[in-house]
């Protein structure tokens, strides 16, 4: 999901209502209200973006468009 604080950027919430927010998001998982697959790894990572959790995506598919 795009999120629209600052100068904007993309997140995934998860089904349990996690919120993760990759350091390299992939093109094509930029559509709001896509459903996808992912598998990252936590990075540490300092940012001005104070929403959830830095990650980096290792491998991703995409389930729904």
Same mark, same amino acid.
């Given at each position: 999901?795009?999120?629209?604080?600052?100068?904007g950027?993309?997140?995934?919430?998860?089904?349990?209502?996690?919120?993760?927010?990759?350091?390299?998001?992939?093109?094509?998982?930029?559509? #709001?209200?896509? +459903? &996808? @697959? *992912?598998?990252?790894? #936590?990075?540490? +990572? &300092? @940012? *001005?973006?104070?929403?959830?959790?830095?990650?980096?995506? *290792?491998?991703?598919?995409?389930?729904?468009?």
């Amino acid at each position: 999901m795009y999120q629209n604080l600052g100068t904007g950027f993309w997140g995934i919430v998860d089904k349990q209502g996690n919120e993760w927010r990759p350091t390299n998001m992939p093109e094509q998982l930029k559509h #709001e209200g896509s +459903e &996808v @697959s *992912v598998v990252a790894k #936590e990075v540490d +990572e &300092v @940012s *001005v973006f104070m929403w959830g959790t830095a990650v980096e995506i *290792v491998s991703f598919q995409t389930i729904t468009p």
